[in-house]
């Protein structure tokens, strides 16, 4: 089966469901649901349209003014998930500005000062919802009990039970990221009656035992075992990568620690067989859907098929002023720059010696002299849409708008980095010369040989921090990272124009998560604000 074809059965579709305040909510479309899900390739087909949710574009509200901001959807390529995610990860750190200050919801990201109206706040929310009830409604269809009386084969009852687990664990994602970026967002499931039900808001701490809960089932019965699916599905490792991120990061989400927890699933992703690939430069390479030997679960872009201004098509076209020549597009936006703060996290930030320090210098500045001029910051050419033979993309379009990029939204080289960190900050189940030699193995294949590795004396968070900005950048893992070191919003460590000041500043602790959406607020009474906003 071709590689990219789960994504490609829905490609040429429009996304018909509603993207609305209510979770519940049936997608809306003229073929019901028992027509649907009367075959077994309608439940592959509706697993696909789950599954490329996350990388089509277009009017999902369709609703009312509730749903995803019309400012957002006047350019469709900023309602992908990743394009809205990346904003949000990316342009409040270090990591990222934007030059088109009049771009809806651009001011106040870099700066920190957004307010409880902003488009690409409110996009990303309600991105995140369309997709989980397209999730919901995928699970209800294929409960038990529903599938049970339409006679299929055992076989067929059987895979879709491995698509049901995907579901949920795609749901279960999409509840991360509004746990990491929101804290207390509504909550509906698979089991809340359609048409009649207002979600309730569901606390940070309980959405975690519910997302943990969800993997752990996922994981234990239903996902398939690791690499054994069809390319651009999740198996169990995906489920394990995400809990080890989550282990990670539970201090801020429930205030214990669970470092021990996260090098235990770190562990079970390096026993299935995961190896880093060797180059770094072709992780974000047109054909890097064939680097499985370290990708653990993709978002699938396809230049032919899968067309839109977001994605990867914006992380080719974004980075400010890089020739089209480089990047395998047809030219630069002149939008995505660095901070001079997070491009001298390499001593030697010309790639020499650290092949991920693929940085455009031509033409640029190094200090981000001014947060909306096209040539104040170096940008990036880490995408791009050639193969590692420098040959165009497979399935390029002519005019070289579109990206054949996928987006690992889980690989190796984080896993890697977990567990080090776990290590140093107390967890048990692994120890201090394994973490180093995982982060050493980063370095080399960086490097080319073992030039500049460390020692264990040079170990510490504060230097994993930066190699996570060395190693992951435009990964969308800054703003998550900043905020577990308590780094993002205080004055622990500025960078240009953090609170709107050319040298940096702190801002308040609200920050640190966003606001739910005044749209939602007033139409759901169960919900409250995050305070501050």
């Not at 579709?13 to 997608?27: G, H, Q, S, V």
């Not at 009990?145 to 749901?171: C, M, P």
């Not at 679960?297 to 839109?308: A, E, L, P, S």
């Not at 950048?473 to 240009?496: H, I």
Request: glycine residues 8%; aromatic residues 12%.
């Amino acid at each position: 089966m071709n590689n990219k074809l789960i994504y490609l059965i829905t490609a040429c579709c429009i996304l018909t469901a509603a993207c609305t305040k209510k979770l519940d909510r049936l997608p809306t479309n003229d073929i019901t649901p028992d027509i649907a899900y009367a075959t077994s390739a309608g439940y592959k087909e509706g697993l696909a349209k789950v599954y490329s949710a996350f990388a089509n574009t277009g009017n999902v509200g369709g609703t009312g003014s509730a749903d995803i901001p019309t400012q957002i959807i006047a350019d469709e390529g900023n309602s992908d998930f990743l394009r809205l995610y990346f904003n949000l990860q990316e342009l409040t750190t270090d990591e990222g500005a934007w030059t088109w200050q009049n771009d809806a919801g651009i001011q106040g990201l870099h700066e920190m000062s957004w307010s409880s109206i902003n488009p690409i706040v409110d996009g990303l929310y309600y991105r995140s919802f369309f997709q989980i009830t397209l999730c919901n409604e995928f699970i209800r269809q294929s409960a038990d009990a529903v599938v049970n009386g339409k006679h299929f084969s055992t076989q067929t009852v059987d895979s879709i039970r491995h698509y049901r687990a995907e579901a949920r664990f795609l749901r279960a994602y999409q509840y991360w990221v509004l746990m990491d970026l929101f804290a207390n967002p509504p909550f509906a499931t698979e089991n809340d009656a359609i048409a009649s039900f207002v979600p309730k808001q569901i606390s940070r701490a309980d959405l975690f035992k519910y997302v943990e809960s969800e993997l752990k089932g996922v994981a234990d019965s239903g996902l398939v075992a690791p690499k054994t699916n069809e390319y651009g599905r999740a198996d169990q490792a995906a489920a394990w990568a995400l809990l080890a991120r989550i282990y990670l990061n539970a201090q801020v989400y429930t205030g214990a620690a669970r470092y021990t927890d996260a090098i235990t699933y770190c562990n079970k992703i390096i026993a299935a067989g995961y190896t880093l690939h060797p180059d770094y430069t072709q992780l974000m390479l047109a054909d890097n859907n064939l680097n499985t030997d370290e990708n653990i679960f993709n978002i699938v872009y396809d230049g032919t098929y899968i067309q839109n201004y977001g994605g990867t098509t914006y992380l080719i076209h974004g980075p400010a002023n890089i020739p089209g020549s480089i990047t395998g597009c047809n030219g630069s936006w002149t939008g995505l720059r660095l901070t001079q703060q997070s491009v001298q996290l390499f001593p030697d930030y010309s790639g020499n010696t650290d092949k991920r320090a693929q940085f455009w210098q031509t033409g640029q500045t190094l200090a981000m002299t001014d947060m909306y001029t096209g040539t104040a910051g170096f940008s990036t050419f880490k995408f791009r849409n050639v193969t590692r033979t420098g040959a165009k993309a497979p399935h390029a379009d002519p005019a070289g708008n579109f990206s054949d990029i996928d987006f690992p939204l889980f690989r190796l080289g984080e896993t890697y980095l977990i567990y080090a960190e776990s290590v140093l900050r107390g967890g048990t189940g692994g120890d201090a010369g394994t973490a180093l030699n995982y982060v050493n193995a980063l370095r080399t294949r960086a490097s080319g040989n073992t030039s500049n590795n460390i020692t264990s004396g040079q170990l510490n968070t504060d230097f994993l921090l930066d190699e996570r900005g060395r190693e992951l950048y435009y990964e969308c893992f800054r703003r998550t990272d900043l905020v577990r070191y308590g780094k993002f919003t205080t004055a622990a460590y500025l960078w240009a124009w953090k609170g709107g000041v050319e040298a940096g500043t702190a801002v308040a602790d609200k920050y640190n998560v966003f606001p739910i959406p005044t749209t939602d607020l007033s139409s759901n009474p169960n919900l409250k604000q995050n305070p501050g906003y």
